[in-house]
């Protein structure tokens, strides 16, 4: 019954049943051997990021329902839901404005500023662009100076050098290596304290999660942030113990 309704239906119906689901749950049906489940949950995890992401631009509901493909009404809820569960999050925004307009840049938490010269130009819709990017900017530049430090907690630690690995690409939050097989267990535990870069004056620490495959993106087996040895030489071999124990 569940295979023969389609995503955005589905994300109507746990629209409005409050658009809450457990992690728990969550992985539960993502680790799914069923091909439909874990498909779904994947619908599911597009549509947070897109919710997420749209919320940091400053975007509305019209805009989000075109992106996931549900009514306008159901992608306010989700808008909506997302403001009573993190109610910070608007008066930082209009905070992060403010300060913008009165100085003409923002700051990440590292004291990195980043200007944004429009934000009081007499064209409404140039010095709103500006403002949508005000709060934007204070995140995603907060995450550029993230990696940096991580990258050079790494280039210090020569822990590259002394495992024959090779760093492939920083991506954006992210780093991906080449790592031989036999080296891989040692590398993420001493990468993985690195890696977990909590950003000065944040209360929640921030941890590093692994993924392991072979040819693509598309393959990644993700562990989390604290995989036992077996899960990880298992991943080295493609096999995800997750869905073997599912």
């Known amino acids: 019954a569940m295979a023969a309704r389609n995503y955005p239906d589905l994300l109507t119906e746990l629209a409005f049943e409050g658009g809450l689901m457990s992690y728990e749950a969550f992985r539960a049906l993502l680790t799914s051997k069923d091909d439909y489940l874990s498909s779904f949950a994947e619908a599911v995890r597009k549509a947070a990021k897109a919710v997420n992401f749209l919320i940091i631009y400053g975007g509305g509901p019209e805009t989000l329902a075109r992106n996931i493909g549900v009514p306008s009404a159901v992608a306010k809820s989700f808008i909506d839901a997302f403001f009573v569960r993190y109610p910070r999050v608007g008066p930082w925004q209009d905070e992060s404005i403010a300060f913008a307009r009165k100085h003409g840049y923002v700051m990440t938490a590292y004291g990195n500023r980043r200007h944004l010269h429009n934000i009081l130009d007499v064209n409404r819709s140039v010095a709103a662009r500006a403002e949508r990017q005000a709060p934007n900017a204070i995140i ?26 090779y760093l492939f690409a920083p991506v954006y939050d992210e780093t991906a290596f080449f790592v031989p097989k036999e080296e891989v267990v040692g590398f993420w535990k001493e990468l993985k304290p690195m890696m977990d870069v909590t950003p000065p004056g944040h209360k929640i620490p921030m941890e590093a999660e692994l993924s392991i495959g072979h040819q693509s993106w598309g393959d990644l087996i993700e562990l989390g942030a604290s995989p036992s040895d077996d899960a990880i030489v298992a991943a080295c071999d493609g096999v995800d113990l997750s869905k073997e124990a599912a």
């Open 140 to 165: 995603q530049g907060c995450g550029a100076d993230i990696l940096k430090v991580a990258l050079k907690r790494i280039r210090d630690s020569q822990l590259l050098e002394n495992t024959g690995s």
